[in-house]
């Protein structure tokens, strides 16, 4: 206001007169509806300006409208809170200003209140409800209550720019608050709003929830058979609960028979007795209750049962049961009827009963009755009850008949008893009482152990089963064989040719002997057969095959075959053989004897020499060198061959081999000659009496080599081309002249080279007489005259011989024949 007035003042003094209006100046405004600020200027004789502006810290809104040149509107449509302020509208008329202003205020309080969290309280707990009052303006105006009936529970109020107004109320409701109401109540205390908008208020019902309480059922009931009667329950809780009737089903089992707080049951039957549970429910919790029923009515469902139901076996352990379904507490009783008596075998006050008969027997066959009474009647249930015998079956395992069991097996004769709950086992062999020591019993099987067999337990068996009242046996015979190995062939002596021999076939251990059959077989078919004789015990058989090999036995195969004639022996253990091969012997032949390498045999040559037999058995090889009557065992060998090697052989190992072959059948010798060949070498010459002699005298060159095939000698005077020759190496030169002193040279030659030695012979002149020419004095040595000078030569070279043998070398003085 303060504001206001300091316009006014401002205003011109000297203004002309005209007159300005503005309506309404004061306004309530309530938001959504229309209003509309009129401005103008009257008696304005001149142009006018009319112009609105805010006075407040906000913009002018609203819509100006000049429907003249001296009235302007203002308008708004629709009004809302932004149109809340004090407004001025200016007029200048010429040059005259005026002013005015308008205070526009604005409030809104258009719904009821709405009430929330009602509709799900719990009984116990803190709910808190809700009430909320929206579009508010101002809000700070705005006053909330909570009421039940005229008692005020809780206030509220709103707060400045938050246009919806709230306000929470906590609450602790009781059951019986449910349904109760409860109002909220809002204020708009703002001036200027209308009475009757003032006050809005909305009221709504507790809804509160509680489980199941103060159940009602119907009292005890007593009722007869057949009629009708209904049972009631109920309990109150909200929500609303559900009723659900129960009662123990036939197997203890609670059965379900409707869901409604009445039960109605017509036609009532015993079944019908008993405990009703009524449950009452909803989702907060349940409550229960029950109520006995009580029918009156003689037993009924009387009934007897024998277990098992099956057939009864002698030997069964039976239970014989007695039921009733007496609804009232009575007797019951279970007899037997036999032959018009009646014996009470059991009597119970329960509702069931029963006898157990352990190992029933035929004669508890018979008829059994089950009587049940109490006061309002009685019901009698009857059975049959029939005992017969086990369909006992006895087998015997591996078989009953005749049976082949080897001697020293593990042998187990199995006794099955089937359709017999408990067999008793009893073996039986004759003149053994105490058989039954030796067998095992394990419920239907029963085992006699026969390890490992002997003789003695060949017999018959028998196995005698119990069964209650009915006996069985099965019987077997056992027959022992005992054949344990294969046959042994042995050779008696070696196999000749042309010699009687034999072989000899042993199966050892066997029984019964008078089965065993031996056959002795060729390629060509049987050769001999015999079959053994009877003995009570083990028995050691010998079969011989006598025979002279020809030369097309060897190599024969020859079996003894063994075969135990008796049945239910396995075929792999009644037939044996064993197979031999005829081997002959003969004494050594085709002995040979080779040497390695050529023909012509050098000095330094690599020999070997061989030697080779063919025996058998095969015996003793001996390589054997034989010189001059004396025999050298070179090597010796139990081989059918056998060979010596002489490296880089020697002139000295010329001479006859021989290899000698022996076995006990005799012996073959084979030989041959070894020669080698050598040119000369280590030639001396010697010369008798000396190399110097008187004129007139005699000289005797020898000239000796060693070598082979001989040498050829030629001496040759070196200064006179003349030669002489000779086949032995010697030389006579007779009655020397001075003229024969010279250069001597032998020229020793054979097939595979010469040698040549040169020496100086030298005559002293004799004053007397002429020296004798070449030619008288030189005589070659040639034929029988040449045998002589040898001869001679041999003896006075003795000692020249013997170093030559001691060495090894050949002598020349001895070779012979030569030829010129
Ligand atoms: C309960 O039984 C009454 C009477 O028979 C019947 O009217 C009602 O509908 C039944 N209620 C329900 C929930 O079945
Ligand atoms: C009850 O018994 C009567 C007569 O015996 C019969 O007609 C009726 O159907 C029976 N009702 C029921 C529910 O079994
Ligand atoms: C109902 O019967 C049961 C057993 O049959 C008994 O334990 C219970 O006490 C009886 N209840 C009433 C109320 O007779
Ligand atoms: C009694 O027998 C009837 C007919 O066999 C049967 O329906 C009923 O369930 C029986 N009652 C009982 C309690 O077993
Ligand atoms: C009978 O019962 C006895 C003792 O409980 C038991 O040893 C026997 O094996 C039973 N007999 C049969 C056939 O079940
Ligand atoms: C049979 O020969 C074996 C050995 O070859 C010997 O141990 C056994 O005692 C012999 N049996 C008879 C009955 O002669
Ligand atoms: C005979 O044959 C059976 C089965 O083929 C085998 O188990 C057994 O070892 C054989 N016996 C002999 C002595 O070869
Ligand atoms: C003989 O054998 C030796 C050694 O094996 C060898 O050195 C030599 O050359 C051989 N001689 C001949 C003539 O083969
Ligand atoms: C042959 O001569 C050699 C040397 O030339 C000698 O070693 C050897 O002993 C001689 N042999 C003989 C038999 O005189
Ligand atoms: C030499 O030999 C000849 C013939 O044999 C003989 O007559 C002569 O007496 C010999 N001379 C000497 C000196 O011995
Ligand atoms: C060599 O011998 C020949 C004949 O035998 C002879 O005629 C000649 O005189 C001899 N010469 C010498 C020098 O002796
Ligand atoms: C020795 O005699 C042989 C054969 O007659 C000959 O080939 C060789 O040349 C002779 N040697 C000498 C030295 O005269």
């Given amino acids: 206001m303060?504001?206001?007035?300091?316009?006014?003042?401002?205003?011109?003094?000297?203004?002309?007169?005209?007159?300005?209006?503005?309506?309404?100046?004061?306004?309530?405004?309530?938001?959504?509806?229309?209003?509309?600020?009129?401005?103008?200027?009257?008696?304005?004789?001149?142009?006018?300006?009319?112009?609105?502006?805010?006075?407040?810290?906000?913009?002018?809104?609203?819509?100006?409208?000049?429907?003249?040149?001296?009235?302007?509107?203002?308008?708004?449509?629709?009004?809302?809170?932004?149109?809340?302020?004090?407004?001025?509208?200016?007029?200048?008329?010429?040059?005259?200003?005026?002013?005015?202003?308008?205070?526009?205020?604005?409030?809104?309080?258009?719904?009821?209140?709405?009430?929330?969290?009602?509709?799900?309280?719990?009984?116990?707990?803190?709910?808190?409800?809700?009430?909320?009052?929206?579009?508010?303006?101002?809000?700070?105006?705005?006053?909330?209550?909570?009421?039940?009936?005229?008692?005020?529970?809780?206030?509220?109020?709103?707060?400045?720019?938050?246009?919806?107004?709230?306000?929470?109320?906590k609450y602790m409701p009781t059951s019986d608050d449910n349904g109760k109401a409860i109002t909220c109540r809002a204020r708009h205390s703002f001036e200027g709003v209308p009475e009757d908008e003032k006050t809005k208020e909305t009221t709504v019902s507790l809804n509160v929830m509680y489980a199941p309480r103060d159940i009602r059922i119907s009292e005890t009931a007593v009722v007869k058979m057949g009629v009708s009667f209904t049972l009631t329950c109920s309990a109150e809780g909200n929500p609303r609960p559900v009723v659900v009737w129960r009662k123990a089903g036939p197997a203890g089992r609670p059965v379900t028979l409707g869901e409604n707080e009445t039960l109605a049951v017509r036609n009532v039957t015993v079944s019908h007795a008993g405990t009703?549970?009524?449950?009452?429910?909803?989702?907060?919790?349940?409550?229960?209750?029950?109520?006995?029923?009580?029918?009156?009515?003689?037993?009924?469902?009387?009934?007897?049962?024998?277990?098992?139901?099956?057939?009864?076996?002698?030997?069964?352990?039976?239970?014989?049961?007695?039921?009733?379904?007496?609804?009232?507490?009575?007797?019951?009783?279970?007899?037997?009827?036999?032959?018009?008596?009646?014996?009470?075998?059991?009597?119970?006050?329960?509702?069931?009963?029963?006898?157990?008969?352990?190992?029933?027997?035929?004669?508890?066959?018979?008829?059994?009755?089950?009587?049940?009474?109490?006061?309002?009647?009685?019901?009698?249930?009857?059975?049959?009850?029939?005992?017969?015998?086990?369909?006992?079956?006895?087998?015997?395992?591996?078989?009953?008949?005749?049976?082949?069991?080897?001697?020293?097996?593990?042998?187990?004769?199995?006794?099955?008893?089937?359709?017999?709950?408990?067999?008793?086992?009893?073996?039986?062999?004759?003149?053994?009482?105490?058989?039954?020591?030796?067998?095992?019993?394990?419920?239907?099987?029963?085992?006699?152990?026969?390890?490992?067999?002997?003789?003695?337990?060949?017999?018959?068996?028998?196995?005698?089963?119990?069964?209650?009242?009915?006996?069985?046996?099965?019987?077997?015979?056992?027959?022992?064989?005992?054949?344990?190995?294969?046959?042994?062939?042995?050779?008696?002596?070696?196999?000749?040719?042309?010699?009687?021999?034999?072989?000899?076939?042993?199966?050892?251990?066997?029984?019964?002997a008078g089965r065993l059959l031996v056959e002795w077989l060729d390629d060509y078919g049987v050769l001999l057969s015999e079959e053994g004789s009877f003995s009570s015990g083990l028995q050691n058989l010998t079969s011989t095959l006598s025979f002279t090999p020809g030369a097309g036995h060897q190599g024969r195969l020859i079996t003894c075959r063994a075969t135990l004639q008796m049945d239910g022996v396995p075929g792999n253990m009644s037939v044996r053989s064993a197979l031999t091969t005829v081997a002959l012997q003969y004494a050594p032949r085709n002995t040979s004897i080779t040497v390695s390498s050529a023909s012509e045999l050098k000095e330094g040559d690599?020999?070997?020499?061989?030697?080779?037999?063919?025996?058998?058995?095969?015996?003793?090889?001996?390589?054997?060198?034989?010189?001059?009557?004396?025999?050298?065992?070179?090597?010796?060998?139990?081989?059918?061959?056998t060979s010596v090697s002489l490296p880089s052989v020697r002139l000295s190992d010329s001479g006859l081999y021989e290899c000698e072959a022996l076995n006990q059948h005799g012996s073959q010798t084979a030989s041959t000659q070894v020669i080698v060949k050598a040119p000369p070498r280590n030639t001396t010459v010697q010369l008798f009496p000396s190399s110097q002699v008187q004129e007139g005298q005699n000289i005797t060159i020898c000239c000796r080599t060693v070598s082979f095939p001989p040498s050829a000698v030629i001496l040759r005077k070196l200064d006179n081309g003349t030669a002489l020759y000779s086949p032995d190496g010697t030389f006579l030169l007779l009655n020397l002249t001075p003229h024969d002193t010279g250069l001597?040279?032998?020229?020793?030659?054979?097939?595979?080279?010469?040698?040549?030695?040169?020496?100086?012979?030298?005559?002293?002149?004799?004053?007397?007489?002429?020296?004798?020419?070449?030619?008288?004095?030189i005589v070659p040595v040639v034929g029988a005259a040449a045998m002589a000078a040898v001869a001679t030569t041999a003896g006075l070279a003795t000692h020249y011989l013997i170093q030559a043998r001691k060495r090894g070398s050949y002598e020349l003085a001895k070779s012979t024949p030569h030829a010129i």
């Fill in 2 to 169: 303060a504001l206001t007035i300091m316009m006014i003042l401002a205003l011109p003094v000297a203004a002309k007169s005209f007159v300005m209006e503005l309506e309404p100046r004061q306004m309530v405004l309530r938001v959504g509806e229309r209003q509309v600020l009129r401005c103008s200027a009257r008696d304005c004789s001149e142009s006018a300006t009319l112009t609105w502006a805010s006075l407040e810290d906000k913009p002018l809104s609203g819509i100006t409208k000049n429907p003249s040149a001296t009235e302007s509107l203002l308008i708004f449509d629709p009004v809302s809170t932004v149109h809340d302020n004090l407004v001025v509208c200016k007029v200048s008329c010429g040059n005259v200003r005026k002013q005015m202003h308008a205070t526009v205020k604005v409030y809104s309080f258009p719904r009821e209140p709405v009430i929330s969290g009602n509709a799900h309280m719990l009984v116990g707990e803190v709910n808190t409800l809700t009430c909320e009052v929206s579009a508010v303006y101002p809000p700070e105006y705005l006053e909330i209550e909570w009421l039940q009936g005229e008692r005020v529970l809780h206030m509220d109020e709103g707060k400045a720019d938050i246009s919806t107004v709230s306000s929470r109320y």
């Fill in 276 to 512: 009703y549970e009524c449950e009452t429910m909803n989702t907060l919790g349940k409550l229960t209750a029950t109520v006995n029923v009580t029918v009156q009515a003689p037993p009924t469902n009387t009934s007897i049962t024998v277990s098992p139901a099956n057939e009864l076996k002698e030997g069964d352990n039976v239970t014989i049961s007695c039921y009733t379904d007496s609804v009232t507490a009575g007797r019951l009783v279970l007899r037997r009827v036999s032959e018009g008596q009646e014996t009470d075998l059991h009597t119970s006050s329960d509702p069931t009963t029963s006898v157990s008969l352990p190992s029933v027997r035929l004669s508890d066959s018979g008829l059994y009755e089950c009587e049940a009474l109490n006061q309002h009647g009685s019901q009698t249930a009857s059975t049959q009850v029939t005992v017969a015998v086990h369909p006992l079956k006895v087998e015997l395992y591996p078989g009953d008949g005749v049976i082949a069991v080897e001697r020293g097996a593990s042998f187990v004769l199995s006794c099955r008893a089937t359709d017999c709950p408990a067999p008793a086992f009893f073996w039986k062999s004759p003149l053994d009482a105490s058989i039954g020591s030796r067998s095992q019993t394990q419920g239907p099987l029963s085992q006699l152990f026969l390890s490992p067999v002997g003789l003695k337990d060949e017999r018959a068996y028998t196995c005698e089963v119990k069964c209650g009242s009915v006996l069985k046996s099965k019987r077997t015979e056992i027959k022992v064989f005992s054949f344990p190995s294969d046959p042994v062939i042995e050779n008696s002596g070696a196999h000749v040719e042309g010699q009687m021999s034999a072989l000899r076939c042993s199966v050892c251990d066997v029984f019964p």
């Fill in 606 to 641: 690599n020999v070997t020499i061989s030697c080779y037999t063919d025996s058998v058995p095969a015996g003793r090889l001996v390589l054997r060198r034989v010189s001059e009557g004396q025999e050298t065992d070179l090597r010796a060998s139990s081989d059918s061959t």
């Fill in 744 to 777: 001597y040279q032998v020229n020793v030659t054979n097939d595979l080279g010469y040698e040549t030695e040169v020496f100086t012979i030298s005559v002293m002149e004799r004053q007397s007489s002429p020296p004798p020419s070449w030619n008288d004095v």
